[in-house]
């Protein structure tokens, strides 16, 4: 294991916008900052939905060809079952005290976590600053992350 007194600083991508694709995301931030270390999530592609208004209350795990539910791909696509399976998991992270993504990204952000979205995949899903939550701090370019980046470790999960 990494000794944590030498990483001052990371910077994480999210690109998924699904549960299992947002929440490593989130808790890897939480976790850097619980250990004083600096942290910045750039939301990019789908990751967007996690910060998008309209969407980051209503995130979902893949159902479909995801080799970590256990199920066959033709019941994850049946009618249903990706509510199902999203109120179990909502279920199972409740009781382990693991918030919903809205009141994750306030915690995260309200610790001084830089939160930004990539200015490609706003411009690709024709979206702007009103479209994404309060606590998203710019939109910038891929060049500006690794200008926030830099001096520190780049995590993708």
Same mark, same amino acid.
């Given at each position: 294991? !990494? $000794?944590?007194?030498?990483?001052?600083?990371?910077?994480?991508?999210?690109? /998924?916008?699904?549960? +299992?694709? %947002?929440? *490593? =995301?989130?808790?890897?931030?939480?976790?850097?900052?619980?250990?004083?270390?600096? !942290? $910045?999530?750039?939301?990019?592609?789908?990751?967007?939905?996690?910060?998008? /208004?309209?969407?980051? +209350?209503? %995130?979902? *795990? =893949?159902?479909?060809?995801?080799?970590?539910?256990?199920?066959?791909?033709?019941?994850?696509?049946?009618?249903?079952?990706?509510?199902?399976?999203?109120?179990?998991?909502?279920?199972?992270?409740?009781?382990?005290?693991?918030?919903?993504?809205?009141?994750?990204?306030?915690?995260?952000?309200?610790?001084?976590?830089?939160?930004?979205?990539?200015?490609?995949?706003?411009?690709?899903?024709?979206?702007?600053?009103?479209?994404?939550?309060?606590?998203?701090?710019?939109?910038?370019?891929?060049?500006?992350?690794?200008?926030?980046?830099?001096?520190?470790?780049?995590?993708?999960?």
């Amino acid at each position: 294991m !990494a $000794d944590t007194a030498t990483i001052e600083k990371v910077s994480i991508i999210l690109s /998924k916008g699904s549960l +299992e694709g %947002i929440y *490593p =995301a989130l808790i890897m931030a939480n976790g850097a900052r619980a250990e004083g270390i600096e !942290a $910045d999530l750039f939301f990019t592609v789908f990751g967007l939905d996690a910060i998008t /208004k309209k969407r980051w +209350e209503h %995130i979902k *795990p =893949a159902t479909v060809g995801n080799p970590g539910l256990h199920l066959p791909t033709l019941l994850g696509g049946m009618p249903g079952v990706p509510d199902l399976v999203t109120r179990y998991m909502e279920r199972k992270m409740d009781k382990l005290d693991i918030p919903p993504i809205p009141e994750f990204i306030e915690m995260i952000a309200d610790t001084g976590a830089g939160i930004y979205a990539c200015k490609a995949s706003v411009d690709l899903f024709e979206l702007d600053k009103d479209d994404l939550v309060e606590q998203v701090q710019g939109i910038i370019t891929v060049g500006e992350f690794y200008e926030h980046a830099a001096s520190g470790q780049i995590i993708y999960p």
